[in-house]
């Protein structure tokens, strides 16, 4: 049982991909299969497949390298950061944020678009 579920799922991730996985498997919360159906709209993740509580994720490479070459953890169990979509848009540079926001996991475009903010979970690059 870890403190941290979506930190968790985000580093197995992370870590995987510099390993040169092309899968990864991980438990299955309603966070954690948000994150992932967003990191699928955003392109770093392949195909999600959910079977017997497990979540079954195909990371996506291009030229053998992974698309996702890193992701740091924003807020944490002991300081959550939030933002507007000024603050949102206001960013620049080639990263993605991950966002929990009232109408569900987004990434940064996606929250851009619909004008809403919320806890930046992670940014990926």
Not at 95 to 103: G, Q
Request: aromatic share 4%; with cysteine.
């Amino acid at each position: 049982m870890t403190n941290y579920p979506i930190g968790d799922f985000l580093t197995r991730i992370r870590n995987a991909a510099l390993a040169r996985r092309h899968e990864v498997v991980v438990d299955s919360t309603n966070l954690i299969r948000l994150s992932a159906k967003a990191l699928e709209r955003a392109g770093f993740v392949q195909d999600v497949k959910e079977a017997k509580g497990k979540l079954s994720l195909a990371i996506c490479y291009r030229r053998k390298k992974p698309i996702m070459l890193g992701i740091k953890l924003i807020s944490k169990p002991g300081l959550r950061i939030y933002a507007s979509a000024d603050d949102i848009e206001a960013r620049r540079g080639p990263e993605t944020l991950l966002i929990s926001t009232p109408k569900g996991v987004l990434v940064s475009k996606e929250a851009i678009k619909q004008r809403t903010g919320g806890e930046v979970l992670a940014k990926i690059w």
